[in-house]
């Protein structure tokens, strides 16, 4: 109970500054540690498969993803400034202040039974492996065949580069790409 | 209430073995005798467990700056550090009190918060991934059931931390170098993680000391059972060994850091400690990966030949660590710096497939040899390794990779 | 309070900070910043019911973490590639000035 206590907090603040730094990098790099810190809740509690996937995949690929978009598109912080008007914030507020109302009151309503204190319940290495081949095989071929269709997407978008292409020889007068 | 896995009154016997383990026993049977609550003598042995890694580590980093520069220097004929001591030997004692005594410049333009962090975030992983590594056969610092993913997991902890090195330093250098970095360390992780698949699924477990203990034993008589002295194995060692080149950021895939390139990358804004802080991630990353390698296909902490188990275990493995090390002192003596164009070809397009190749090649040798056909496994193992290696090979050079360049000079 | 009630206001909290990302910023890019902070609270959910709820040997609360994680890696690597495309075409991430549908 007193890792989450800690950890609640900390991922609160971080995920806000995530929300509300104008600076996008700062913004990305909040996600970053927002994504580490919940990944460490995972740890946290006992899903020790899921914690590590979460720090590979989120902090190690999505959030590096960000950053570097950050980097090609280089945003200036004007735009971030112009976000903080009175009138879009108000507009923001009134749409989430009730989804939030909602989810607490639920929360409150549905009144969750009181756990028994149980240790993690076991989730080892060779239980994850039985379930994703045998039970949920199908869904892990479509995630594979859905992410091979999301390489070869995102090849072809980049593809519509401008600069060299690899079929030409360099002429001295044109520049390389970073 | 947990139960903490403390040691006993009594002190464990000293053999030759147990040796690196000392310092830990010593620190919990004097806790344990002194009286303190087991809480602290549990504490107590995770620090002094964390304290022989890292002083080990730290020890092998500074005799290794001083052994590659000597060994670059004796491959390009010259001589290399020898005024600081016999041999040089107090060369790396130079260099840390250099490194010290610098002035810590942190540009105007840079986010001093950032700057601070970036170095300290670069150190931290690499010290995290020697902590999985099973050194000895009884020694492992951290045994943990996942300890490949965590290996993994910690690995890319180090590109966010390039990445905030490169930004905060607020220059174009930096900015290049990092997007370069960090592009070469994410291209090349997914051969890494393929190649090191084959051995998981040939093993069945992520557990590092699973992973060893199976390559146990000998064929034969006399070849050892390691990983590496299969098809499958020799072909996923190949692409983890270049892929690690890569992702230590070592030539020749030293783009990031190449002086002649970018001046020194991410690490241009940087001066005295912080400096020497990413020196230190960087080769502590070179110890990690090479040591994950070794543990993957070179049977770890396994001796050689049969009868050389009167040696300790820890010290065949830091015999073949240092062999390892050497391997890329050498090479990096040896090629030319790779283009960035190169690079990223190389991995998606030739890497990436031929690592791909290797993992149906480990399911099927395990599934012949299991059901005892174990001449069999290596006839149909074989051409399907090497039949798409060579047509992989051809069909990149001629087709795949950039071509070479005419260049036209004013006359 | 339980375990469970504070992990669910966790994610209750985390999720409206999310969409309020997603209703207030301008850049494409900071709006799959939100995108991502609520797909993770909903991930958080998934595991303290898995943790604190009944007792499931289904493992179906990681699982479908798993899925969920790798699917949205896949969106915020198609999203980044939209977004980069457009930025190609009109040098801008900001979304309130892409409002017109002939380019």
């Known amino acids: 109970m007193l890792p989450l206590l800690i950890l609640s907090p900390l991922i609160l603040l971080a995920a806000l500054g995530a929300v509300w730094k104008a600076r996008p990098v700062h913004a990305a790099l909040l996600l970053a540690l927002t994504l580490a810190l919940i990944a460490l809740l995972y740890l946290a509690i006992g899903a020790y498969f899921i914690g590590l996937v979460q720090f590979m995949v989120y902090v190690g690929a999505v959030a590096i993803l960000i950053v570097f978009s950050l980097l090609i598109t280089r945003p200036g912080d004007e735009a971030e400034e112009i976000s903080r008007r009175p009138s879009s914030l108000l507009t923001g507020l009134i749409c989430t202040v009730p989804v939030l109302a909602v989810l607490f009151i639920s929360l409150i309503r549905a009144n969750p039974p009181e756990p028994a204190a149980s240790d993690a319940p076991s989730a080892t290495l060779q239980q994850f492996g039985e379930k994703l081949f045998t039970t949920h095989a199908p869904v892990v071929i479509t995630v594979g065949v859905l992410l091979t269709a999301v390489l070869i997407g995102a090849a072809l978008f980049a593809r519509g580069v401008q600069g060299i292409s690899s079929s030409e020889p360099f002429e001295s007068g044109k520049s390389l790409p970073p | ?411 | ?103």
């Open chain 2, 1 to 411: 209430m947990i139960s903490l896995p403390v040691q006993t009154a009594s002190f464990p016997p000293v053999t030759l073995e147990n040796l690196p383990l000392l310092p830990k026993n010593l620190v919990e049977f004097l806790l344990g005798w002194v009286g303190a609550p087991e809480w602290l003598v549990y504490a107590g042995g995770i620090v002094a467990t964390a304290g022989t890694v890292v002083g080990v580590f730290l020890s092998a980093f500074a005799l290794l700056s001083l052994v590659e520069r000597k060994t670059l220097a004796r491959i390009q004929n010259r001589l290399g550090p020898n005024r600081a001591g016999w041999f040089g030997i107090f060369q790396p004692v130079a260099d840390g009190i250099k490194m010290l005594t610098k002035e810590d410049i942190v540009p105007a333009k840079a986010e001093w918060l950032l700057h601070l962090a970036a170095p300290v975030l670069i150190v931290v992983p690499p010290i995290l991934a020697l902590g999985v590594i099973p050194y000895g056969c009884e020694w492992t610092p951290v045994p943990l059931e996942l300890g490949l993913l965590f290996f993994f997991a910690t690995g890319t902890l180090t590109e966010i931390a390039v990445f905030m090195a490169g930004w905060a330093s607020g220059s174009k250098f930096p900015m290049l170098g990092a997007m370069r970095a960090i592009s070469q360390m994410v291209s090349y992780e997914l051969p890494l993680v393929i190649s090191a698949l084959g051995v998981i699924m040939v093993t069945g477990s992520l557990s590092l000391p699973d992973i060893v203990g199976k390559q146990g034993g000998y064929h034969l008589g006399f070849i050892p059972a390691w990983n590496l002295f299969t098809p499958w194995g020799l072909s996923a060692g190949i692409i983890f060994y270049i892929a690690s080149i890569a992702e230590a950021n070592r030539c020749p895939f030293d783009l990031p850091e190449g002086e002649s390139e970018i001046v020194a990358g991410h690490m241009t804004e940087y001066s005295g400690f912080k400096y020497a802080l990413f020196f230190m991630g960087e080769y502590l990353g070179l110890f990690a990966i090479a040591g994950l390698g070794i543990t993957l296909f070179l049977g770890g902490w396994q001796a050689p030949l049969p009868g050389l188990g009167f040696v300790p275990s820890w010290i065949w493995f830091f015999a073949k660590l240092a062999v390892v090390i050497m391997s890329y002192l050498w090479i990096r003596g040896t090629f030319p710096r790779v283009r960035i164009d190169q690079l990223m070809r190389f991995a998606w397009l030739c890497m990436i497939p031929m690592a791909l190749v290797t993992i149906p090649a480990a399911g099927i040798w395990t599934l012949l040899r299991a059901n005892g056909h174990g001449l069999f496994a290596w006839l149909v193992t074989v051409p399907l390794l090497v039949f798409p290696w060579i047509v992989l090979t051809i069909v990149y050079n001629r087709c795949l990779a950039p071509a070479t360049r005419k260049y036209t000079f004013a006359e």
């Open chain 3, 1 to 103: 309070m339980t375990p469970l009630a504070t992990l669910l206001t966790l994610s209750s909290v985390l999720f409206s900070l999310g969409l309020l990302a997603v209703l207030t910023r301008r850049n494409a890019i900071l709006i799959l910043v939100g995108i991502e902070l609520m797909l993770n609270a909903a991930n958080i959910n998934f595991i303290a019911f898995w943790r604190y709820g009944p007792p499931d040997p289904d493992l179906t609360g990681p699982m479908f973490v798993l899925f969920s994680i790798a699917i949205a890696a896949a969106e915020a690597a198609v999203g980044l590639a939209i977004i980069l495309m457009v930025f190609r075409h009109t040098r801008s991430t900001d979304l309130n000035r892409l409002d017109s549908l002939h380019g």
